[in-house]
């Protein structure tokens, strides 16, 4: 252990560093992001406790909702932790640019095997730990847990997330000697989208809006009855449940063996993993760095003179020509747009199937309330694909940003490129979405415009926050640009789109109320009112205007700092 500890010293050194640097900004930065992690934290605890408070309400099937729902909430980590382990296993044990110097001290591999592999596990599952905690919470809470279950809980979650970590290393160990390490992360990410996909469309097709149709309570009545059916006894998932379940029902039971025989897997499956890789790992990482200094000379050209027909200066058209290029030659980028596409797909069909004829409220109301709250959804529907894509823009650059800056381009030039680049995809994508979502739904004319606009804008506003943060808060350094969207600037730009989108709906909500109950009732709108709607619009083109500029400005400024 003394000498895994030594491998891992520069990770803990290196995160000691990032604390101490900027130490006047240090304060602020933690408190903000301690108030965004307990407004998560929050959020999740009052959703499942919501959830669960009702489920207890319901006599005979209730504790067989809550149990089911635990399963569902485990399969559902235990997978996210396997997809997530193999993805940052990739990265850390062949990927990484420092392999060459650890693999040249003198050192057994099985431990600097399990140096990476212990690095690569804290990498790929402390996210799911800490936002899943607020679920375990809820159920300790709901149903008034005693400190056995909270031992147990502390317990179990160690063993759940190095058994997950370890069977996703173990199918890299293995696959890695097939596939070239740089391929078969493509081909990862590539397979983690079509899953997610078919879960997306095996969910809808299950249509759940039925739960709301009194018609159909004898065939939900037989299925409830089929959630009385155990679970597997061969998975991971059900050890951990069975562990957890009877100390909140008040039983022991066989608590304790299923915990014990979690703890044992996980041994047995890191013993495994770790006498494989004595035979493997070696292999796998000579292969990986040969088939990434091979892959560095291809030269895959795209065609030019597509930038000739568009009006801007020949600097401008070459910026664009190089962010496209970049764009579809890496895979984990293009690829996603098959995601995209589901996204849209699955998006439209709720709205179409949304059982609105049914409710207990009018119609024609129900409809137009749904397409102003469909403006919020399809914000932030857009926030998050700008995170994934338009945030790391700017730390895509990677090392050869000194060529950008050597070159007689303004920085300012340089990131408002990068916002038109963006900004014509989004705002088709978001088009789609809130057009022909309203068509679905057979809103007013003055509802489809207002939303048409209002979403336009949006664009605009979370486009420019995704550019400007992410040139404020750059990382040139980064293997992974899916880890850009995890770190301060990902979590600042998040917040910032919620406080933006929150102010537009908000703001929006009294004047587009009042206009439409006027029309409704045909009624005239006394005066005060038009000033008061008036004032509320231009409160809302002001704080468009402000997400458009600011960020901006920041990012120039912060580059400029940066490079001075």
Known sequence: METI??????????FGHRLHRRPEARTWVGLLLAFAGLLFWAGIFAVFYRVLAYFQGIEGFGDILAHKLLSMVLVTFF????????????????????????????????????????????????????????????????????LDYYTALACSLLPFCLLASAMGTLIVLVVVICLPANRMRDIFLLLSMVVVILLYFMFRFMRPERLVDPEALASLSHYLSSLKTPGSPFLPTTWTLEALWPLLTGKRDMAWFYLGLSVSGTLSMMFLQTKVARLLYFKGVSKAQVAGHSRLGRNRAMGKGWTRVLPVSRKIRVLLAKDVK????????????????????????????????????????????????????????????????????????????????????????FLWVKFWSYVGPLLILSEILIVFSNRLLSVTPFMMGLSTMTVFFMVLGITAMGVGLGAAYPNFHLENMAQAATGFGGMLFMMLCVGFIGSVILLEAGPVYTIFMARLRGNPIPLIHWVWITLSFALVAGIHVLAICWPMRLGVKRLSQMEA
């Not at 500890?5 to 290196?14: D, E, H, N, S």
């Not at 060459?100 to 790929?124: C, M, N, Q, Y």
């Not at 694909?385 to 945030?391: A, E, G, L, N």
């Open 5 to 14: 500890l030594t491998l891992l010293k520069p990770r803990i050194w290196a």
């Open 79 to 146: 997978a996210i932790l396997i997809f997530s382990s193999i993805l940052t296993a990739l990265s850390t044990l062949y990927l990484s640019r420092d392999l060459p110097l650890i693999h040249a001290a003198p050192v057994a591999i099985e431990k600097i095997f399990l140096g990476r592999w212990i690095e690569s596990t804290f990498d790929s599952c402390w996210m799911v730990v800490l936002f899943g905690l607020p679920v375990f919470l809820a159920y300790g809470v709901v149903y008034g847990a005693g």
């Open 326 to 413: 970049r764009f579809f030659r890496d895979n984990t980028q293009w690829s996603q747009l098959f995601l995209m596409g589901a996204l849209i797909v699955v998006y439209l069909y709720n709205f179409k199937v949304l059982p609105v004829e049914k409710a207990p409220i009018g119609t024609f109301y129900l409809k137009n309330i749904l397409a102003f709250l469909n403006m919020g959804l399809a914000g932030f529907v857009l926030a998050a694909i700008t995170v994934r894509f338009v945030f790391p823009a700017v730390s895509m650059e990677g090392q050869a940003f000194w060529v950008l800056r050597s070159a007689p381009i303004a920085l300012k030039t």
